[in-house]
């Protein structure tokens, strides 16, 4: 989209010029007592921006549906998959996969979303910036709930996802094929660590039961060949590291077993790496590291412990921390594990967890009863820190271990700490 001078806050769409919407807004800023007033633009595609580079528009779903929170509700409502089924037609949701299962032993899964119906043409890439001044990329319409990639009691038997490709969401023969889409819908291809893994452990067994289930859930190894936006292979070949620090580094690497444990040497030196050339390497396209940018990462990774701890013998929990409140504890973890982690820079060079692994629920249906429900929440049911179940379910969490929960209101009310009511005050 291009605004001229000559035509301040105007845009040429299919050779014609059109006005953008202007609309004054006051935004309210923390420390400033009065409200500060700026200009909205608008134009046909939505929001517009104006800056050095040109004006652009902002064309999503999430921003056309206020419906979500009904959706929710209904879909919690639902007393069978009918139900639950007819709350997704809403389609007030613009995103999250989504997986169902019953004590009927129906199981379903959509990757769910506000799909665009785009223009199939071949000289638009639909993941990048597109021209704003014509029709031919203004879409219009979703596509209705039936056309989204989704699965019902696939012959398999199960159905997963990790956020990878819907066109693997079970075995192979039950599988979707992605030639039944559009390719302007753009649904994820790939395949990621999770993924693999997860298909590694699950298809090794003949017949699952709960305690397996709930191993492959808290599983934290990596799959033989990792698979990252940038594949790291160049890493573990390289050889021949002049300086001996780095060597030794690069051996904690070779011998490291993929496991992420926090009492892992060989995981602290791969989060390191990681979170080196994540940030090193943002924005450009997927590919393979060089060797020079291997040996830049175990550089790095070097002077960081050095820098901080004074040591390179360090595990991962002596580096990344579960934090909360004045406490902190030694944790595993991994980006894309299957019970993963993702950190972030704390305090003197540690890092706490930002991500991952937080309210984990394992249900399994038994004939003509309750649901068996174990969960564990990272920290606990609490946000108060007076409160004794502000961090009570650490321990649980840290070790990987779940509680009983349940459905029966009878066992419910009995255990209860406190039975209140809400009440309406009388006008």
Not at 12 to 24: A, Q, S, V
Not at 343 to 371: C, H, Q, T, W
Not at 373 to 402: C, M, R
Request: net charge positive.
């Amino acid at each position: 989209m291009k605004c001229t001078q000559k035509k301040k806050y105007h845009y040429k769409y299919d050779g014609e010029w059109e006005k953008l919407k202007i609309k004054k807004v006051s935004l309210r800023i923390k420390g400033i007592p009065i409200p500060i007033s700026k200009k909205a633009l608008s134009s046909k595609y939505g929001p517009t921006l104006i800056n050095e580079q040109g004006a652009f528009s902002v064309r999503l779903g999430a921003n056309q549906e206020i419906r979500a929170l009904d959706q929710w509700y209904q879909m919690n409502k639902g007393k069978q998959f009918s139900d639950f089924y007819k709350a997704l037609n809403i389609q007030g949701l613009s995103m999250f996969n989504i997986i169902y299962a019953d004590r009927y032993d129906t199981i379903f899964y959509v990757n769910n979303a506000l799909m665009p119906v785009r223009k199939e043409d071949p000289s638009l890439n639909w993941q990048k910036t597109l021209p704003g001044n014509t029709s031919t990329t203004l879409w219009t319409q979703f596509r209705p709930l039936q056309a989204l990639p989704q699965y019902v009691n696939p012959s398999s038997g199960f159905l997963f996802n990790t956020n990878h490709s819907p066109f693997s969401a079970s075995s192979g023969i039950d599988n979707l094929s992605v030639s039944r889409f559009s390719p302007a819908d753009g649904w994820e291809t790939m395949e990621n660590n999770r993924s693999i893994r997860f298909r590694q452990r699950f298809e090794a067994i003949p017949k699952i039961d709960f305690q397996t289930f709930r191993d492959i859930k808290f599983d934290r190894k990596y799959p033989e060949k990792l698979t990252f936006m940038y594949q790291l292979d160049s890493l573990f070949l390289l050889d021949n590291v002049t300086d001996a620090q780095e060597s030794q580094l690069l051996n904690s690497l070779k011998t490291w077993d993929f496991q992420g444990t926090a009492e892992s040497k060989g995981a602290a030196v791969f989060m390191l790496v990681y979170e080196y050339l994540a940030r090193s390497l943002r924005g450009q396209e997927a590919r393979a590291i060089t060797k020079e940018e291997a040996v830049k990462a175990l550089n790095y990774t070097k002077k960081y412990l050095l820098d901080h701890f004074g040591t390179l013998d360090l595990t991962l929990g002596d580096i990344q921390k579960l934090v909360r409140g004045s406490k902190e504890y030694p944790v595993g973890g991994l980006p894309d594990l299957l019970a993963p982690q993702w950190s972030r820079p704390y305090e003197g060079g540690k890092r706490k967890i930002v991500g991952g692994d937080a309210y984990v629920m394992l249900v399994k249906f038994p004939e003509n009863e309750l649901p068996v429900i174990e969960t564990v929440n990272t920290y606990g049911a609490s946000s108060h820190p007076e409160n004794p179940h502000f961090n009570d379910q650490i321990p649980l969490f840290l070790a990987q271990k779940t509680k009983a929960m349940t459905l029966d209101k009878q066992k419910v009310m009995a255990q209860a700490e406190r039975i209140y009511s809400p009440t309406v005050k009388k006008q």
